[in-house]
């Protein structure tokens, strides 16, 4: 038989010491209120564990500290560049709350003695900043990721090279973006053997450069090695006054439905459309626009560097103008080219006009890029790389 729980009473005298200590508890907090300057940002209500002026602010760091711990040093919530917070560690998780009334600079130290690398983090008051730090290698790693990769779908075999980040070197607790990168034997500084004329687009160094100083983002590069097949693989359509071309649907299909999941088998990725980025020049600039307007749900980030937007008659510039309302569209759009007569700049500038005639918006989700005295080759796509890098990925937060 289930009983009617008795509602504690409580005594007179005990109610009355309660209603004495919430009235002193409303007079220190009235009297805080009152010590606040004129113009100064007024506090919140009740946050967390008893009264607080600002709604707490977190840091999360994930690292695989081992035997070590990680501090935190900062300029603002109690914090201080002169020495260290310990962080309470679960795991290789380490946590700490704030109180701040502005944003304010920190950064993670492992022993409380080496900093992380990339410079100072930001936080404003409430928000809660999530990282994945490296504190001692500067450089990432190229690799051959899959000396043979068969594909089915277009039944040839091919190289596959990857790019591992520092993060993802030294930090075994993070996930990273990918973007996934055409005439992959020309792109990295690191292997210039491999490269057509030993001249490449210095992808890992840019994006070292970029893991060392927080310009933008870091994340795993795939390096799909081009074949005899090239121009056929790369084009949308057969051009006419060539008689060649028409296989980007079915090497498409080898990205998404072969190479991506065996990817995403064997590396730390992200595989959320966010985090999946392409990039290409010439007719890889091609392939690449080509996918954004097939494949937005699983690119969704694309860089086109001197793309052959003039194939069979601009027919690149007639898909984009078909670009449909978001979400079936890319997130981000880069397009670029230089101004010699080798890079057809009437026809990129067609297909930077069609994605603005189906809404993107220069500088928001698309930017435009034109160098001076810029030509078609590696030189000028490295020098343009990593601004094509910070657009598509955005700068460390």
């Not at 009235?23 to 607080?52: K, R, V």
């Not at 201080?80 to 130290?109: C, D, H, M, Y």
Request: one cysteine or more; proline letters at 7%.
């Amino acid at each position: 038989m289930l009983l009617r729980p008795q509602k504690a009473r409580t005594s007179p005298r005990k109610r009355a010491i309660g209603l004495f200590t919430l009235a002193g508890s409303c007079a220190l907090a009235c009297a805080c209120l009152a010590a606040q300057p004129a113009n100064a940002a007024l506090p919140d209500a009740i946050f967390g564990h008893g009264f607080e002026l600002f709604p707490p602010a977190r840091l999360i760091v994930h690292y695989p500290a081992g035997a070590h711990f990680i501090s935190a040093r900062g300029d603002g919530g109690g914090l201080s560049f002169a020495q260290g917070k310990t962080l309470a560690r679960t795991g290789n998780t380490f946590t700490t709350v704030l109180e701040l009334s502005a944003p304010a600079a920190w950064i993670p130290l492992l022993d409380d003695v080496t900093f992380a690398i990339g410079g100072n983090y930001s936080i404003a008051p409430a928000q809660t900043v999530e990282i994945w730090p490296h504190f001692t290698t500067t450089q990432g790693q190229v690799i051959t990721l899959i000396a043979s990769f068969h594909s089915t779908v277009l039944d040839n075999t091919r190289a596959i090279y990857a790019y591992l980040p520092p993060t993802y070197v030294e930090n075994t607790e993070a996930t990273l973006p990918v973007v996934y990168m055409h005439d992959g034997q020309n792109l990295w500084a690191a292997h210039p053997e491999w490269a057509f004329g030993g001249v490449t687009w210095q992808v890992d160094s840019a994006f070292d450069t970029a893991a060392n100083n927080g310009t933008f983002n870091e994340a795993i590069v795939i390096g799909i090695e081009n074949n005899s097949n090239r121009i056929y693989e790369y084009t949308p359509t057969v051009d006419p006054d060539l008689q060649a071309g028409g296989g980007a649907d079915s090497y498409l299909q080898m990205l998404v439905d072969e190479l991506k999941p065996a990817v995403d088998g064997m590396l730390r990725t992200r595989t959320d459309t966010s985090s999946t980025s392409m990039a290409g020049s010439s007719l890889g600039g091609l392939v690449t626009a080509y996918a954004g307007r097939t494949k937005p749900t699983v690119f969704g980030r694309i860089a086109a560097l001197s793309p052959s937007a003039w194939w069979d008659g601009d027919v690149i510039v007639g898909d984009v103008q078909t670009t449909p309302a978001a979400p079936n569209r890319p997130l981000r759009v880069y397009v670029d080219s230089g101004d010699s007569p080798t890079e057809n700049v009437a026809d990129v500038n067609a297909l930077v006009s069609a994605y603005m005639s189906v809404g993107y918006v220069e500088g928001t989700d698309l930017l435009h890029v034109v160098q001076p005295g810029g030509q078609h080759s590696e030189t000028y796509w490295a020098q343009r790389f990593p601004g094509a890098m910070l657009f598509l990925l955005g700068p460390r937060d």
